[in-house]
């Protein structure tokens, strides 16, 4: 090690000066043979460094996309994310706390602008919806700000964002596809408070073009938009491959429940897997639903006049005069609690399995559950496998407890809804992503005509379990492909309840049907 000596006006510090020289000294002369043959030696050493380096960037590269998009030849899975990716591995998910997922690079693009949304509706209707959103600003190239949450609909649930899904997860997980952040950047949110917002509802079943033609334009205009209404906004079908898989990737890997609500879902389904296996029953037999379907079949008449009476105290429920007979007999209502145990038994399920309820309140109480407590006798629920403590701080938000029953519908041996809602067909495609695991799609249209010949003695028992076994033979969750109907995009097939193409293997590309 040198010693620094003092300072030298025209060379600096002496050491330095001394060294220097001499080294010069040296190579004129040609004294230093070592020197020489250091040169290559160091070029050497350079050209390695430079080259592990590279390596390992393109190492680190190979690795992102592969947690991005799983490739079977990597993962041995048939799907666009790997299982370290699933919010809910498929084997017993809740013994252990989940793997945090590598976070991406941050994308680098010019930003258009701003977009703000407000989604409506329960929680899965505002899941889709979210989904769709972050699809929309990745390709509108603009900053989504994290979506805000229904608080006016039927429920008024209170919840935020960060209330029911984990929002940095959001944020960071999606970060190498769009910039979302949790509010305007100040100097934009007092220029939106001194003025009025741009708002407008989009069109429904819209593709990109509309989103590229119609509301870019607005964006680039006014810096900030609003989207007042959010769900089913875009297409189900005739969209990009690349757009399909990114509101899957969102879906199931970017929207995961807080760490309190997975906690007790792992908490619930630990309980049941204790006892056996167990089945998720989502009997959609709550006073709001019957209000907004009309759907009356069975009740008294003093309920039939209080289910009307709700229905027109809410002006957004637009459809007033409803006649429950034939929508009844079209499949559009809900199975009654009656209804369920008579199909369940004759589809041949264990009177004895475990069947959790995931619904609200039901309406008509215990006396309206006595026929399928009678046929199925383990009916149970998150309020009578849990403390009354354990639920505190989800009690009375509605969207919070149907996040716990979303996590324990996913990870049943079977799910069963009587109703095709949001929920029905958002955990119907998620537990397709999952393995194809079995849901029972009840075809009502059909089973309400066979249960009344049933009740009117037309069919023996036998004779009405084997034709009801029979029309649910290919209605188990197995693979199949979305029905398109050009002409009239609501009456197709829901993306969210079948993402076939997040499914696919990557060597063998869907053709369009």
């Given at each position: 090690m040198c010693k620094v000596e003092g300072y030298?006006?025209?060379?600096?510090?002496?050491?330095e000066c001394e060294v220097g020289f001499k080294f010069l000294s040296e190579v004129q002369v040609g004294k230093?043979?070592?020197f020489m043959v250091l040169r290559p030696r160091m070029k050497l050493f350079v050209i390695r460094g430079i080259t592990i380096?590279?390596?390992?960037?393109?190492?680190?590269?190979?690795?992102?996309?592969?947690?991005?998009?799983?490739?079977?030849?990597?993962?041995g899975w048939p799907s666009c994310f790997s299982h370290s990716e699933l919010p809910l591995p498929l084997e017993f998910p809740y013994a252990a706390p989940i793997k945090a997922a590598s976070s991406p690079p941050k994308r680098v693009y010019k930003n258009n602008g701003y977009l703000m949304v407000s989604c409506n509706g329960g929680l899965n209707q505002m899941r889709a919806a979210i989904c769709d959103m972050v699809t929309i600003a990745r390709y509108l190239n603009v900053t989504l700000i994290v979506p805000e949450l229904d608080k006016a609909s039927f429920?008024?649930?209170?919840?935020?964002?960060?209330d029911i899904f984990d929002v940095d997860h959001f944020i960071a997980s999606l970060k190498d596809e769009v910039r979302i952040l949790k509010a305007l950047p100040p100097r934009l949110k007092r220029r939106v408070e001194q003025r009025t917002l741009y708002s407008l509802a989009p069109i429904s079943w819209s593709n990109?073009?509309?989103?590229?033609?119609?509301?870019l334009p607005l964006v680039k205009k006014h810096k900030v938009v609003h989207l007042n209404r959010t769900d089913a906004r875009l297409a189900n079908n005739r969209l990009p491959l690349e757009i399909q898989k990114l509101r899957c990737r969102v879906n199931f890997n970017g929207l995961r429940f807080t760490s309190q609500i997975e906690e007790l879902g792992r908490r619930v389904v630990r309980i049941l897997r204790e006892k056996g296996p167990f089945l998720v029953l989502h009997l959609r037999y709550e006073m709001d639903m019957l209000a907004f379907s009309g759907c009356t079949h069975g009740c008294s008449s003093d309920e039939v006049e209080e289910l009307t009476r709700m229905r027109y105290a809410y002006p957004w429920w637009k459809e007033k005069v409803i006649n429950s007979t034939m929508k009844r007999l079209e499949g559009l209502c809900p199975l009654t609690p009656e209804e369920t145990a008579l199909v369940l038994s004759a589809l041949g399920i264990d009177r004895n399995v475990q069947i959790y309820i995931a619904a609200g309140e039901i309406y008509g109480g215990e006396k309206r559950m006595a026929s399928l407590a009678a046929a199925f006798p383990n009916l149970v629920r998150k309020d009578t496998l849990l403390d009354p403590s354990d639920l505190s701080f989800i009690k009375n938000h509605s969207s919070q407890m149907a996040a716990l029953d979303y996590l324990v519908s996913l990870e049943s041996d079977i799910f069963v809804p009587t109703y095709d809602g949001n929920m029905a067909k958002v955990v119907e495609g998620h537990r397709r992503f999952l393995g194809f695991k079995k849901t029972i799609q009840l075809d009502k249209k059909h089973l309400v005509g066979l249960i009344?010949?049933?009740?009117?003695?037309?069919?023996?028992?036998d004779d009405f379990s084997s034709v009801v076994k029979e029309a649910h033979a290919t209605r188990m969750g197995s693979p199949k492909k979305r029905i398109i109907i050009a002409d009239r995009p609501k009456e197709e097939d829901y993306f969210?309840?079948?993402?076939?193409?997040c499914l696919q293997l990557l060597d063998e590309p869907w053709r369009s049907t």
């Open positions: 030298d006006e025209k060379c600096g510090y002496r050491e230093s043979k070592s380096m590279l390596l390992c960037a393109c190492f680190v590269q190979l690795m992102a996309l592969g947690e991005t998009w799983g490739p079977r030849v990597l993962k429920w008024a649930d209170p919840s935020d964002f960060h990109m073009s509309y989103y590229l033609n119609q509301i009344d010949q049933y009740n009117n003695g037309s069919f023996s028992w969210y309840a079948n993402p076939y193409e």
